[in-house]
């Protein structure tokens, strides 16, 4: 309730005369308080504070130690007595009119230590919790099936990255999941440990070839390995619906609340992180003349037409990136997707199945897909029409999860399990850290570059086993570009 | 074989039940019937429990006031307004005076505004005068009864004692005219001169269409716990505090500024319906006066509304059981609030929210336009429908008279 109307006038500071007796005592009552106020406003400026506060706290304090008036003038000094020449104040009359509750200066309660309380802080945070669950069971999802995830992975420098920032998101996941990672090259104890670290059911598939180095050859293998899992499925019969989570992809909540909506197979609109780490004045002129025909950021997924209905699909336009595009892993330059991602499809498990009740006649049998050398590209292979894929996410208007391959180069080291032991032996200064071990130069790029590239490359990159050396080729380095190139095949021969 | 088919028709009849029992079983989950003092009355029609007669006043009184400042339409205390519009094309008018057991003037007093908007109180009681002079002399009803079969809607601060500050409130008291009548208005404190008893507590008009458009979906988590935005101190009136709402609201912010379980401060974003959806409980302290529109707030966005205002009386409290859907603190503990509020067992919680989910609760605190079965126009009539029969001896004898009409300060007897 608001109030202006202005300052409050010069109040008495008692409340609540009784209404209807007062109209007669007025005249001599009101000179009489009047004159008593006058008082009290001489001896308040003698003294230097409002000393009616004092009499307050001193007279009619409750029993509450908590209550302390907030006040500034006012740590004062309890001990200190006013005047004695000073007419008490009178108390002020009880409040018969307004029961307990009366009008006047009430105090501020300030508990003495007003900071929160970690137990209560946990309680509030179980109750808020509770109240979620509760939430979700009301309003959310009725019932929920369960969701499985196959994720493609194998042992690099980048897999801890990715693969945890998965696993954390899918350990938020409310409804009841399971994990196929098939790892390629075998089953790893890098790729174990990280999976021990979440209480999900996973299922670690082993897939016994090698991951290739170039990401055409990469695309396919990994739709390879999913194939595997999709059988695993069909084998297990497992039951709830089937997301594809690349292990560098990054998903919201929201998108495994989406997906409880498919009945046989659906499509997301998936954001496509295309764009490479260091952007260069033309990538920038490109950028900005191909952002005025399209939206900045690619976006792979199903089109719809206005009534709801799939009329065909965003793909990915690799033409403005194609001097760009990355060959290798660990290029340093953008990675592209394929024309259509498969983390951009969900499918009912029971597609899969050999006999499913309901199972619809536009799904090809998975015993059929992938022998005889067929290459499947996305998960459209699956089916023998197309047209039959619901799109999710409002029609594709909702970018539930964005696709990204971020990796180091498919030859760079890192300590196992991460864990430095031994410690190393070498300390480098910071600047330029130059690593134990120099890697060979890499025949791709002997041979796609020439002759000042490859310079180039080496100077960047130049590695000394010799921690002394390093500070004084800081400044020379261009000039001995030669010599330290011998010097490091030199190192390698060792 | 005849108790055969007794025994067959016993089992139709009972699986029958019990799947009607089951349905509404599944009902009461989500929801669960509200049922106050006065009995499972929230649904109730009005029509045919009660008729009304509209006094026809010259528009001096409610329509050119309301030409000369539209606002009255939008702020707080518009109920008045829009009761007097819902009363004239409601199925229980009646242009027969003989036959209404209610009257009703349509006088807004509360619809003299500043120009920052907030109305002023100090033409109020020479207008209500006024209107009662000119209902008394024109038509017999009012001296039959001295207005005790007559209702008025005084929405203002301290309802009927037309001030602003309690204290002046206090000392001028209900204005002696109403005596007898029976008013509806918003302020409700036990033990104080400004209700009397029979009034019917009203919530404070909140626009129905603004909060509908600040809808979010319902299975956004909830994850603030306790919620409020307003004025701690005010600055303008009570610099030192202490003054201004008894010092509770001063009291919250000084305990629980740097708690992180409260999302409390004075800023007003523009995401404030939005964040009470998103919140557990929202806390309604007093003001000046201890009713805000908080309350209504709350219970449309399903935040449990934490009432710390003491003594006070909720909006048709013998229809709506409080207790059992807010929680009410008193102004001494609200140091402990935190503590308050976390020791709630959780499935005391929970069946407040289910309450507050209750769609009828809702529409109770609501003046929609038009208006709709359940809201609060029905609710007051509700109200009025459950004071009836009147009592015989309401009815004076002739040559009987009861009210002073000399009676009350001297300012007020000017004419208006």
């Not at chain 1, 799939?310 to 403005?320: A, D, M, Q, R, V």
């Not at chain 1, 990796?407 to 134990?436: G, H, M, N, Q």
Request: glycine share 6%.
């Amino acid at each position: 309730m608001k109030q202006t109307a202005g300052q409050h006038p010069n109040r008495r500071p008692y409340s609540a005369a009784v209404p209807g007796e007062a109209a007669a005592l007025r005249p001599p009552s009101f000179l009489f308080w009047s004159a008593v106020h006058v008082l009290c406003c001489l001896v308040s400026a003698a003294l230097g504070f409002r000393f009616s506060r004092l009499l307050f706290l001193l007279l009619f304090s409750p029993a509450s130690h908590h209550h302390h008036l907030h006040n500034h003038h006012h740590h004062v000094h309890p001990l200190r007595q006013p005047p004695a020449a000073v007419i008490p104040f009178p108390p002020p009359p009880p409040p018969a009119v307004a029961g307990r509750v009366g009008v006047g200066r009430h105090g501020i309660r300030v508990r003495p230590w007003p900071r929160p309380d970690p137990a209560e802080v946990a309680r509030a945070h179980e109750i808020l919790v509770r109240l979620q669950q509760e939430q979700r069971l009301r309003y959310g999802v009725k019932d929920p099936r369960p969701v499985i995830v196959v994720t493609p992975t194998y042992a690099r420098t980048f897999q801890a990255l990715h693969l945890t920032g998965l696993l954390h998101s899918l350990m938020l996941v409310p409804y009841p999941l399971t994990w196929l990672v098939v790892e390629a090259g075998g089953i790893s104890n890098e790729t174990a440990a990280l999976l021990a670290h979440s209480s999900l059911p996973v299922v670690h598939l082993p897939f016994h070839e090698d991951m290739p180095v170039l990401w055409n050859d990469r695309h396919r293998f990994e739709a390879r390995m999913r194939l595997r899992a999709l059988r695993v499925i069909r084998e297990r019969r497992l039951d709830g619906i089937v997301v594809f989570a690349d292990d560098s992809n990054v998903h919201t909540m929201e998108l495994f609340d989406e997906i409880q909506k498919v009945q046989w197979m659906g499509a997301l609109s998936v954001g496509i992180l295309a764009h490479s780490a260091a952007p260069d004045a033309t990538a920038k002129r490109q950028q900005r003349a191909s952002e005025q025909e399209t939206s900045p950021l690619p976006i792979q997924g199903p089109a719809c037409n206005s009534s709801g209905q799939l009329i065909g699909w965003h793909t990915f336009n690799s033409l403005p990136y194609a001097k760009k595009a990355a060959t290798f892993v660990g290029d340093g330059v953008t990675v592209l997707p394929t024309k259509l991602e498969w983390a951009g499809f969900v499918l009912n498990s029971r597609l899969l199945w050999k006999e499913a009740e309901g199972k619809p006649n536009w799904a090809r049998d998975l015993d059929e897909v992938g022998i005889s050398g067929e290459e499947i590209e996305s998960p459209l292979d699956l089916l023998k029409d197309a047209s039959f894929v619901e799109p999710l996410g409002n029609c594709g208007k909702m970018v539930l999860l964005w696709w990204l391959r971020a990796e180091a180069r498919y030859d760079s080291k890192f300590p196992t399990r991460w864990v430095i032991d031994p410690p190393l032996e070498i300390v480098v200064p910071a600047k330029r850290t130059p690593w134990p071990d120099a890697p060979p130069d890499l025949p791709y790029q002997t041979i796609a570059n020439e002759g000042g590239h490859v310079e180039k490359h080496v100077s960047k990159k130049v590695r000394s086993s010799r921690s002394k050396r390093s500070s004084h080729n800081k400044k020379k380095h261009e000039t001995h570009v030669d010599t330290q190139v011998s010097e490091m095949s030199g190192a390698q021969e060792k | 074989m005849g108790s055969g088919i007794w025994v067959l028709t016993l089992l139709i009849l009972h699986s029958v039940f019990e799947g009607i029992a089951g349905q509404e079983q599944e009902l009461n989950h989500r929801t669960e019937r509200i049922s106050g003092s006065a009995g499972d009355v929230l649904e109730d029609d009005p029509v045919g429990r009660l008729k009304v007669f509209v006094y026809e006043l010259p528009s001096k009184y409610n329509k050119k006031i309301l030409q000369k400042d539209p606002r009255c339409l939008n702020h707080m205390f518009a109920a008045e307004i829009y009761m007097h519009w819902f009363l004239l094309s409601s199925p229980v008018r009646t242009f027969n005076p003989e036959e209404a057991d209610w009257f009703y003037t349509p006088v807004y007093t509360t619809c003299d505004l500043t120009p920052s908007g907030l109305p002023l109180p100090f033409k109020s009681p020479r207008m209500m005068r006024s209107a009662i002079e000119l209902i008394s002399t024109n038509w017999p009803y009012w001296n039959r009864t001295e207005g005790a079969d007559h209702f008025f809607v005084v929405p203002h601060d301290f309802g009927a004692c037309f001030h602003y500050q309690e204290e002046k409130a206090i000392e001028r008291g209900i204005l002696h005219m109403l005596k007898r009548a029976t008013l509806v208005q918003t302020f409700g404190q036990r033990n104080h001169v400004c209700l009397k008893d029979g009034s019917i507590i009203i919530p404070p008009y909140a626009p129905p269409q603004k909060m509908q458009t600040h809808l979010i979906p319902p299975d956004t988590p909830r994850s603030i716990f306790v919620y409020f935005r307003g004025l701690f101190y005010d600055v303008g009136n009570d610099p030192e505090g202490g003054y201004y709402a008894r010092g509770a609201r001063a009291s919250v912010w000084e305990n629980f500024k740097n708690n992180p379980l409260f999302d409390i401060s004075t800023d007003h974003p523009t995401t404030y319906y939005e964040d009470m959806q998103r919140a557990v409980f929202c806390l309604c302290p007093l003001g000046w006066a201890p009713w805000s529109p908080r309350l209504v707030e709350a219970v449309v966005f399903g935040c449990i509304p934490v009432v710390i205002a003491d003594d006070i009386v909720l909006p048709f409290a013998d229809a709506i059981p409080w207790e059992e859907i807010g929680v009410f603190v008193a102004e001494e503990d609200v140091p402990k609030l935190d503590t308050i509020l976390t020791s709630i067992p959780i499935e005391v919680i929970l069946r407040k929210q289910r309450l507050l989910a209750n769609p009828s609760m809702k529409q109770a605190m609501l003046f929609p336009q038009p208006a709709q079965p359940g809201d609060a126009f029905h609710q007051i009539l509700n109200g009025l429908a459950r004071k009836l029969p009147h009592d015989k001896n309401v009815y004076l004898k002739p040559g009987q008279k009861i009210l002073n009409w000399t009676a009350g300060p001297v300012g007020d007897l000017k004419p208006w």
